[in-house]
């Protein structure tokens, strides 16, 4: 019990009373009977929004905590780092200031390859929440399944799914928790589950015999029919998602971007619409700023994954648009671009580092699992996949993520990847924060308290 003869908790600004109410929730949760919401200056716990503030602190003092945010959000995150740090008894006395490196730690969870509950997403959320991510990215498109209800198209929907109802549920309790929705459907790459009910829109392959085959994840992006179809999927879930920032639009894998010349269809069509220099690539990057413009009309950040841009060995008619951030997950192929060339030519990126946080079911394609202790001894804020080293720029470099890829979904259940993950949260917090006081054993007893 954090206060065992009872507690109160005042706030200082009318806007903190929803983030108190949630406070009363994390404590009901290792617990704490909750607490009276007060405006008493004396209380137990007292949460203060002081915009002026250098940074977000807590306070330990002889009669409770004084928790002082620079803004609502912020109070609500070093509200939860201080709850945690009290509960594993590593709160010193004193006032302790609470900033991190970037401001955006993610958690993308492919929730297509394997259905994940309603309720374990919300006890996802609760990690999130104690372990001050604030951003959650949820995958529901892939090869191997749709897990979200769809109205434009129900035949592509899998057995298994969550209805809109379900999802705007989880949408209003990441709200009370601070961490915010980004909506992910790949294309034009990543789409066997959509292609099996239409393989007329699957891109056909010129093997080195001269025989053709479709390939049954990637999408004929010449084909008009194809891509006004994509696109109205993306109109659809833009309505359920609307308050969400961003919208991840993928863009990775679409096919070997080394062997583009082997699928003639968008070789043509490239060069009937951006002249004869141009190539399969550049139908690639004109249909990426396609969905780009929807999407951003549609009120939304869009983003993409890395590798397919501003390749090496490619040399582009058609430039990616401005009007997308970047998530850079890899650099295992030679030829695609490093950090920098995103970061000189004005891009935002995110750290998607998949050497420390890829979080691989079974562990395919050559990953191992990430773990609390790679992380904490290892790993820091400016360390990206394939040793790059990049100083870390909050601006322009805003944040890092944790990622689950359910590649084998049977190798583990959702309790256990609930439980092994969300310990990673907890020690990128530490390294952001430059503040590393738990051990494993500690988070996982947290853990355990918490999802019970």
């Given at each position: 019990m954090l206060f065992a003869n009872g507690w109160s908790l005042s706030i200082n600004h009318q806007s903190l009373l929803p983030i108190a109410r949630r406070v009363n929730q994390l404590l009901e949760k290792i617990d704490q009977a909750p607490g009276v919401i007060t405006k008493e200056a004396d209380a137990t716990v007292q949460l203060i929004l002081d915009r002026q503030a250098a940074t977000s602190s807590v306070e330990r003092t002889a009669q409770g905590l004084i928790i002082t945010g620079t803004c609502t959000k912020a109070t609500l995150r070093t509200a939860a780092y201080a709850i945690l740090r009290v509960f594993l008894g590593e709160l010193p006395e004193g006032k302790i200031p609470v900033a991190f490196?970037?401001?955006?730690?993610?958690?993308?969870?492919?929730?297509?390859?394997?259905?994940?509950?309603?309720?374990t997403i919300l006890k996802f959320i609760d990690a999130l929440n104690f372990a001050q991510f604030n951003v959650l990215q949820l995958h529901f498109s892939e090869n191997e399944g749709f897990r979200i209800e769809c109205e434009t198209a129900p035949e592509i929907v899998s057995a298994e799914f969550l209805t809109k109802a379900e999802i705007r549920e989880i949408i209003l309790y990441a709200q009370t928790a601070g961490v915010e929705i980004v909506p992910d459907f790949d294309s034009p790459g990543h789409l066997r589950q959509i292609l099996k009910t239409h393989p007329e829109w699957q891109l056909v392959k010129k093997n080195p015999d001269g025989s053709l085959e479709k390939n049954p994840t990637a999408l004929n992006i010449a084909n008009s029919e194809a891509v006004a179809f994509i696109l109205s999927i993306y109109r659809e879930f833009?309505?359920?998602?609307?308050?969400?920032?961003?919208?991840?639009?993928?863009?990775?894998?679409?096919?070997?971007?080394?062997?583009?010349?082997?699928?003639?269809?968008?070789?043509?069509?490239?060069?009937?619409?951006?002249?004869?220099?141009?190539?399969?690539?550049?139908?690639?990057?004109?249909?990426?700023?396609?969905v780009i413009e929807e999407v951003n009309g549609l009120g939304f950040i869009p983003q993409v994954w890395n590798d397919g841009f501003f390749r090496l060995n490619r040399a582009e008619v058609v430039k990616l648009s401005k009007n997308v951030e970047i998530t850079y997950w890899t650099?295992?192929?030679?030829?695609?671009?490093?950090?920098?060339?995103?970061?000189?030519?004005?891009?935002?990126?995110?750290?998607?580092?998949?050497n420390y946080f890829y979080y691989v079911l079974g562990e395919n394609a050559g990953y191992t699992y990430?773990?609390?202790?790679?992380?904490?001894?290892?790993?820091?804020?400016?360390?990206?996949?394939?040793?790059?080293?990049?100083p870390v720029e909050p601006k322009q470099l805003p944040g890092v993520a944790v990622a689950v890829w359910n590649d084998i979904p049977d190798a583990q259940t959702q309790t256990e990847v609930l439980t092994n993950v969300s310990e990673l949260f907890f020690a990128v917090m530490q390294k952001q924060t430059g503040n590393v006081f738990a051990t494993e054993e500690q988070i996982a007893e947290f853990l355990a308290k918490i999802f019970v």
């Open positions: 490196a970037q401001p955006r730690r993610i958690f993308m969870l492919d929730m297509a390859r394997k259905y994940y509950s309603k309720e833009a309505e359920l998602f609307s308050t969400s920032t961003y919208f991840h639009i993928g863009a990775d894998e679409f096919v070997d971007f080394d062997e583009m010349e082997a699928y003639p269809e968008i070789q043509t069509y490239a060069k009937e619409i951006y002249g004869e220099k141009a190539a399969g690539i550049d139908a690639f990057v004109g249909y990426v700023n396609r650099k295992w192929n030679q030829n695609m671009a490093p950090v920098e060339t995103f970061i000189e030519k004005g891009y935002r990126v995110t750290n998607f580092n998949d990430p773990s609390y202790h790679k992380v904490i001894d290892s790993w820091t804020p400016d360390m990206w996949p394939q040793q790059q080293v990049v």
